[in-house]
T-cell receptor
Framework: DGGITQSPKYLFRKEGQNVTLSCEQN?????MYWYRQDPGQGLRLIYY???????QKGDIAEGYSVSREKKESFPLTVTSAQKNPTAFYLC???????????FGPGTRLTVT | QKEVEQDPGPLSVPEGAIVSLNCTYS??????FMWYRQYSRKGPELLMY????GNKEDGRFTAQVDKSSKYISLFIRDSQPSDSATYLC???????????FGDGTTLTVKP
């Protein structure tokens, strides 16, 4: 089955700790994205990558970091510098060009 | 002002009703338009993807794009309780890169 996987589904961390969220796709898509969604709100873009070894900041990149060492993987690290990290995080991918974007199931991060 | 404005809702309708969900946008560079459905605590799933102005139909769903008015709509015919979800519009320009999303409209279809 082709698709996007995110793990874990739920993640709990103490304040001050860095945490890495996993995103893997086997769709052979070039572009990958990370979004944050807060209750009752839309999607806000954190980072995106259109090719391996390259990525760009989105609208709310502060306190986050990413890497794109492999085409199928785009992990997101939520650092201790992120002031309000508790949220629902969504990973997405797109084949490229003008193709549509597909989403993973999401990771719900709770920081206390 | 946001580039994409979506009717905020929430919207509550009886089963069998026709539902209209709407977004307006200000960036004339947007050329590709998508509608996603998101159930609670799940990732969004793609419903419709359109490029040209006009209508695109898929079962009970019809996506309408009016580029001259910078207005897009999603119509749901014969709505079902299983259609209860948040609907997100999204769009991006010809040079792609990143999409811009609306904030979503939450729909409840009551049996």
């Amino acid at each position: 089955d082709g698709g996007i996987t995110q793990s874990p589904k739920y993640l709990f961390r103490k304040e001050g700790q860095n945490v890495t969220l996993s995103c893997e796709q086997n769709l052979n898509h070039d572009a990958m994205y990370w979004y944050r969604q807060d209750p009752g709100q839309g999607l806000r873009l954190i980072y995106y990558s259109q090719i391996v070894n390259d990525f760009q900041k989105g609208d709310i990149a502060e306190g986050y970091s990413v890497s794109r060492e492999k085409k199928e993987s785009f992990p997101l690290t939520v650092t201790s510098a992120q002031k309000n990290p508790t949220a629902f995080y969504l990973c997405a991918s797109r084949a490229g060009g003008v193709d549509e974007q597909y989403f993973g199931p999401g990771t719900r991060l709770t920081v206390t | 002002q946001k580039e994409v404005e979506q009717d905020p809702g929430p919207l509550s309708v009886p089963e069998g009703a026709i539902v209209s969900l709407n977004c307006t946008y200000s960036n004339s560079a947007f050329q590709y338009f998508m509608w996603y459905r998101q159930y609670s605590r799940k990732g969004p799933e793609l419903l419709m993807y359109t490029y040209s102005s006009g209508n695109k139909e898929d079962g009970r769903f019809t996506a309408q794009v009016d580029k001259s008015s910078k207005y897009i709509s999603l119509f749901i015919r014969d709505s079902q309780p299983s259609d209860s979800a948040t609907y997100l519009c999204a769009m991006y320009p010809t040079n792609a890169g990143k999409s811009t999303f609306g904030d979503g409209t939450t729909l409840t279809v009551k049996p």
